[in-house]
């Protein structure tokens, strides 16, 4: 109840690989024809997304980046898309990964029209797009993947460990300008944040699809870390992070969320006592009992200033 019997020709035509992404640059949306003597005597199981194994009974678990490996890098690569006609580029492509196709715009696109295209759809997480206009024929999209879905949209016949080959990708243009090809390239591939079972930090439990997380572990895919810090000290700071190169240009400190931005949850919480203080919502608004500025002044950049209740006073 989790699948559906296949011929293996129907696998190679609706499931295979769109070309030979080493050599040919352009796709239809259509794998490769099958067609020896055996291609509708032989029959397979193609699972639905999230489940695996010979007769599809296997669940997947939620999967994720690994906590406890840091300094990693992003999953990144370069789709350049480009024409022989003398116009500009139109039409849609279809980014194909893992079985799955998203559309892509390519009349008057741009890098948020890209991000927002293919940000959490189908085989994909939180995706950033930088889109380049090389010329009127010639663009270049590059793609950073962030995250990838927590509940995985892989089956038996596909799977990627967060780091895939550029070769897993293709582009069907069928719906592009006339003689247009797609040529992918890396841009980061080495170091690449995990993408597995448990994040593992917990064990899989294949029957049902549920992790159960190491001490110290927590969220669907254990991705979480779960520690209470308790701390003694009457004059020493509960938690400390400390960054020593004097050429550091990172963050100091990181939080993520594979959920979007919202109202529901919040990043910080402050408790004095029993009594909120400070927080940081999940969509990036700030609460805070009092706000004194020592230094500097206050800016407001856009959407004004607006007081519920109390006033404004101005001192000096």
Same mark, same amino acid.
């Given at each position: 109840?989790?699948?559906?019997? +296949?011929?293996?020709? %129907?696998?190679?035509?609706?499931? /295979?690989?769109?070309?030979? +992404?080493?050599?040919?640059?352009?796709? %239809?949306?259509?794998?490769?024809?099958?067609?020896?003597?055996?291609?509708?005597?032989?029959?397979?199981?193609?699972?639905?997304?999230?489940?695996? /194994?010979? %007769?599809?009974?296997?669940?997947?678990?939620?999967? /994720? %980046?690994?906590?406890?490996?840091?300094?990693?890098?992003?999953?990144?690569? $370069?789709?350049?898309?480009?024409?022989?006609?003398?116009?500009?580029?139109? /039409?849609? &492509?279809?980014?194909?990964?893992? @079985?799955?196709?998203?559309?892509?715009?390519?009349?008057?696109? #741009?890098?948020?029209?890209?991000?927002?295209?293919?940000?959490?759809?189908?085989?994909?997480?939180?995706?950033?797009?930088?889109?380049?206009?090389?010329?009127?024929?010639?663009?270049?999209?590059? =793609?950073?993947?962030? +995250?990838?879905?927590?509940?995985?949209?892989? $089956?038996? =016949?596909?799977?990627?460990?967060?780091?895939?080959?550029?070769?897993?990708?293709?582009?069907?243009?069928?719906?592009?300008?006339?003689?247009?090809?797609?040529?992918?390239?890396?841009?980061?591939?080495?170091?690449?944040r995990e993408y597995a079972y448990c994040s593992n930090r917990g064990f899989c439990n294949f029957a049902t699809g549920d992790c159960a997380c190491n001490d110290g572990y927590g969220?669907?895919?254990?991705?979480?870390?779960?520690?209470?810090?308790?701390?003694?000290? $009457?004059?020493?700071?509960?938690?400390?992070?400390?960054?020593?190169? =004097?050429?550091?240009?990172?963050?100091?400190?990181? &939080?993520?969320?594979?959920?979007?931005?919202? #109202?529901?949850?919040?990043?910080?919480?402050? &408790?004095?006592?029993?009594?909120?203080?400070?927080?940081?919502? @999940?969509?990036?608004?700030?609460?805070?009992?009092? &706000?004194?500025?020592? #230094?500097?002044?206050?800016t407001v950049s856009g959407g004004g200033l607006f007081v519920e209740s109390g006033g404004v006073t101005i001192a000096e």
């Amino acid at each position: 109840g989790h699948g559906i019997c +296949s011929s293996i020709a %129907d696998v190679s035509l609706y499931g /295979g690989p769109d070309y030979d +992404s080493t050599s040919v640059y352009v796709g %239809d949306g259509l794998g490769t024809a099958y067609t020896n003597w055996d291609k509708d005597s032989i029959h397979l199981c193609q699972c639905d997304d999230g489940f695996f /194994g010979s %007769d599809c009974t296997s669940v997947m678990c939620p999967k /994720g %980046d690994d906590p406890l490996t840091i300094n990693q890098n992003y999953r990144s690569i $370069n789709m350049r898309v480009a024409t022989v006609q003398d116009c500009d580029l139109e /039409g849609k &492509l279809g980014l194909q990964f893992m @079985g799955k196709s998203v559309p892509l715009t390519l009349t008057s696109t #741009s890098a948020a029209l890209c991000t927002s295209e293919l940000a959490f759809q189908g085989p994909f997480g939180h995706v950033k797009c930088r889109y380049i206009r090389v010329d009127r024929k010639t663009y270049d999209f590059e =793609l950073t993947f962030y +995250s990838w879905p927590t509940f995985p949209t892989l $089956n038996n =016949l596909y799977s990627h460990d967060g780091n895939p080959s550029r070769l897993e990708f293709y582009c069907d243009l069928s719906d592009a300008t006339d003689q247009t090809t797609c040529v992918f390239t890396d841009v980061q591939a080495s170091n690449i944040r995990e993408y597995a079972y448990c994040s593992n930090r917990g064990f899989c439990n294949f029957a049902t699809g549920d992790c159960a997380c190491n001490d110290g572990y927590g969220g669907p895919a254990c991705a979480n870390a779960t520690y209470l810090y308790n701390h003694g000290s $009457n004059t020493l700071p509960g938690m400390q992070v400390n960054v020593n190169g =004097l050429d550091y240009t990172s963050t100091a400190l990181q &939080l993520n969320t594979a959920k979007s931005k919202a #109202s529901d949850f919040n990043f910080i919480e402050a &408790l004095a006592g029993s009594e909120v203080v400070f927080y940081v919502r @999940g969509d990036g608004t700030v609460g805070i009992n009092k &706000l004194m500025t020592l #230094s500097g002044g206050q800016t407001v950049s856009g959407g004004g200033l607006f007081v519920e209740s109390g006033g404004v006073t101005i001192a000096e």
